[in-house]
């Protein structure tokens, strides 16, 4: 089981809009702004789509944004495009001595 | 343009060793810290291993301290993971990763099959 909590799927039509959300605690999510977001099309490299919460990293789509509440962090991803269906995991940094940081589970996007 | 390529995954029975390798391109490796990262099947990820830009610190996750360890060669841009006592939890897709800064990983490999079974 994951540390932090996502949802397994989401699914909108092309040009829609949607958010993903991350739920954790206030060891992790709640208690630092270190969060960020990649993107995995399964089979290839995993992509960072934005660190400290919100900031994007050269050459990400400004479609992709971030948020952050409490212990819940969200990825927002408008004007959705078939290339943009993958696996979207949280990562956050934790107070826990045993790791680093802490993943997602992951959520599927299917873009109809 | 950055390239992380991980080789050395396979089958190996429980108990057994193996070591992960990570070919780097594209930039100045003895620059970065690097990390190990991993994804058993449907599982998410989980962060394993880092190592400073000289090899002098590193550091593991407890769920395999003890066990696995990180090195880096910076006169061949190279990044491995010696991992011994494997058991069949450890059976994922193993990724080398170049740390951003902080938290955060900037690029990734494409990942190695470990599968630990009998």
């Known amino acids: 089981q994951s540390a932090l909590t996502q949802p397994a799927s989401v699914s909108a039509s092309p040009g829609q809009s949607i958010t993903i959300s991350c739920t954790g605690t206030s060891s992790d999510i709640g208690g630092y702004t270190f969060v960020s977001w990649y993107q995995h099309h399964p089979g290839k490299a995993p992509k960072l789509l934005l660190y400290?919460?919100?900031r994007r990293p050269s050459g990400v789509s400004d479609r992709f944004s971030g948020s952050q509440s409490g212990n819940t962090a969200s990825l927002g991803i408008s004007g959705l495009q078939a290339e943009d269906e993958a696996d979207y995991y949280c990562c956050s940094y934790t107070r826990s001595s045993a790791t680093l940081v802490v993943f997602g589970g992951g959520t599927k996007l299917t873009v109809l | 343009q950055v390239q992380l390529v991980e080789s050395g995954g396979g089958l190996v029975k429980p108990g057994g060793s193996l070591r992960l390798s990570c070919a780097t391109s594209g930039f100045t490796f003895s620059d970065y810290y690097m990390s190990w990262l991993r994804q058993a099947p449907g599982k998410g990820l989980e962060w394993l291993s880092y190592?400073?830009?000289?090899?002098?610190?590193?550091s593991h996750a407890d769920s395999v301290k003890g066990r696995f360890t990180i090195s880096r060669d910076n006169a061949n841009n190279s990044l491995y993971l010696q991992m011994n006592g494997l058991r069949a939890e450890d059976t994922a897709v193993y990724y080398c990763?170049?740390?951003?800064?902080?938290?955060?990983?900037?690029?990734w490999g494409q990942g190695s099959l470990v599968t630990v079974s009998a």
């Open positions: 990763a170049r740390r951003l800064r902080g938290y955060y990983f900037d690029y």
């Open positions: 400290d919460v919100s």
């Open positions: 190592i400073d830009s000289t090899g002098s610190a590193i």
